[in-house]
């Protein structure tokens, strides 16, 4: 798989548990900021793979211009950006797992909000009863 397509897979991937998270109003909010923290990191990542991917295009531009460059530098700056890029996108990737468990742990966990709303529901349901 190409780089590009795994940057944009990883992208994908921390979007959708991005809006996940903020669409959740009934979880932990103190998880959910963890969760949040770690798709920043995951963006930051992916950021910089795109970085690396426009060194390693301006690199091929060079090897294939014709001109007379140095191949072998520039050969080297290709083959660097890319294990770089793809370093990034795996790092991306554990943030957006490490996001999703924390999303997940911020469900289980509930709001405390949400807990003591229902806990006074129920104290009020006894006093009726």
Excluded: C
């Amino acid at each position: 798989m190409n780089v590009d397509k795994r940057i944009v897979d990883s992208e994908q991937t921390l979007k959708h548990i991005e809006e996940s998270i903020r669409a959740d109003t009934t979880s932990d909010p103190e998880i959910l900021k963890k969760a949040m923290h770690e798709v920043e990191n995951g963006k930051e990542f992916l950021g910089r793979a795109w970085k690396q991917r426009w060194i390693m295009h301006d690199a091929l531009q060079q090897l294939n211009s014709g001109e007379d460059v140095d191949n072998e530098g520039y050969s080297v700056k290709y083959g660097q950006a890319l294990v770089e890029a793809k370093a990034l996108v795996k790092s991306a990737n554990h943030s957006a797992e490490v996001a999703s468990t924390h999303h997940k742990d911020a469900k289980e966990h509930g709001s405390p909000m949400v807990k003591e709303n229902s806990e006074d529901k129920e104290a009020s349901t006894e006093l009726v009863l």
